[in-house]
């Protein structure tokens, strides 16, 4: 985690810095004064479809409490290549334990790399019993019929944004964020194979070790294991009554 936050960082290291007698504020004293604070980086890259003839649905979750792991997911693609080698990642990602349940790195932006990151979610389901929404922006991948019929075979309803807005869909939005900001997921590497790698260790990292405000500083894989923590929940000052969840 190279690029982690300094609240996260005082959290992993509080036993041995207390050994050292350094506080929270010191340590961020410590890290400013060497210039070792994360300034976030911002692009756009736009991987969304709007405009077309399958069914859009509404938002089923724009004001629902989320209380416990898969009864949410939410789906995003993000872009991680380069103009001469584009790459997108196409994620999936519990809206209460923030874990990513389903992911996949393919060369363009057609249905199949989502298809094959909801393919690996529904895999990896472990509250089977559970009802489950999957929250989409109105992308062509996610309206298509391939993708709504696997979502119907495994009786998970869709739910999409219905604002231009990405507050509609802001857990996939910072997970998204976290990933390229503090693993440098997007760097430019050419060969194809190592950067589907590169995300894959990612992942795996932010799943098992990266701690979470928003999960009281579990992982995403503790948080997913316990339904008793209720996660921090933030609402828009743009969208009145669409959550925010701060990660």
Not at 9 to 27: A, C, M, T
Not at 144 to 168: A, F, G
Request: proline letters at 4%; hydrophobic letters at 35%.
């Amino acid at each position: 985690m190279p690029k982690l936050g300094g609240r996260k960082l005082y959290f992993l290291l509080k036993d041995k810095l207390s050994l050292l007698k350094v506080g929270r504020d010191k340590l961020f004293r410590i890290l400013r004064a060497n210039h070792m604070l994360i300034i976030p980086k911002r692009s756009y890259h736009i991987t969304t479809n709007a405009h077309h003839r399958f069914r859009k649905h509404k938002n089923l979750v724009s004001t629902m409490n989320i209380e416990k792991p898969e009864s949410v997911w939410v789906s995003d693609i993000t872009y991680v290549g380069t103009r001469t080698n584009p790459s997108y990642l196409a994620l999936i990602t519990d809206a209460y334990s923030k874990k990513i349940v389903g992911y996949d790195v393919s060369k363009s932006l057609s249905m199949d790399g989502s298809f094959r990151a909801l393919e690996m979610a529904v895999n990896n389901r472990k509250y089977k019993e559970s009802p489950l929404i999957h929250h989409s922006d109105r992308g062509l991948q996610y309206c298509s019929n391939e993708y709504q019929r696997l979502l119907e075979k495994n009786e998970i309803k869709p739910s999409m944004t219905e604002k231009y807005d990405p507050y509609e869909n802001a857990i996939a939005e910072r997970i998204n964020g976290i990933l390229k900001q503090e693993f440098s997921i997007a760097q430019k590497i050419k060969d194809f194979k190592i950067k589907k790698k590169l995300v894959k260790n990612a992942i795996e990292i932010y799943n098992n070790i990266r701690p979470h405000l928003s999960n009281e500083m579990l992982t995403p894989i503790q948080m997913h294991a316990q339904k008793k923590i209720r996660p921090k929940q933030y609402k828009s000052k743009k969208l009145n009554n669409d959550l925010i969840v701060q990660l």
